[in-house]
């Protein structure tokens, strides 16, 4: 079964951004090498320093690597490297922009649960999609904070 494909584009924070992605590693050195001496060398417990440093880079994971997405007029499809999400519009009660991208909110008002329940849709480096993904957020949800 093929999908009309309304709207398609693909960001990726680590090389749109290389001075924040040069400043980032070398903040996680940083806290590599800080997180090894308490783990370490003081506690003796290597254990916590790759359980921290997991914890670390697992959060970090979307900034450096590529992220597809895919609007249709059945949804949302995010595709990261090894997993996809897909969500239908029915799911979505509002959306609100800030300047990096848009949350999509599972409720009729923002909340401060929307990055658990809802769906963050985050811009490429030359935001060429921002413009035609309002309308179509506007025409599919139709709610804007």
């Known amino acids: 079964m093929s999908r009309e494909v309304l709207l398609k584009w693909r ?4 090389v749109e951004r290389p001075w924040t992605t040069v400043a980032l590693v070398l903040f996680l050195f940083l806290v590599a090498a800080l997180v090894w001496h308490i783990t370490v060398n003081i506690w003796q417990t ?18 450096f690597i590529p992220t597809d ?41 923002p909340r401060r649960l929307d990055p658990f329940r809802g769906q963050s849709l985050r811009f490429s480096g030359e935001k060429t999609e921002e ?4 309308r179509i957020l506007m025409d599919k949800i139709g709610k804007k904070y």
């Open 11 to 14: 960001s990726w924070p680590a």
């Open 46 to 63: 290597p254990f916590y320093y790759f359980l921290g440093m997991l914890l670390v880079l697992g959060n970090l994971l979307p900034w």
């Open 69 to 109: 997405y895919e609007l249709d007029h059945q949804g949302v499809h995010v595709r990261y490297i090894f997993i996809k999400v897909s969500r239908k519009w029915e799911d979505f009660g509002c959306f609100y922009q800030d300047k990096r991208g848009v949350m999509l909110s599972t409720f009729k008002m």
């Open 131 to 134: 413009e035609e993904l309002i």
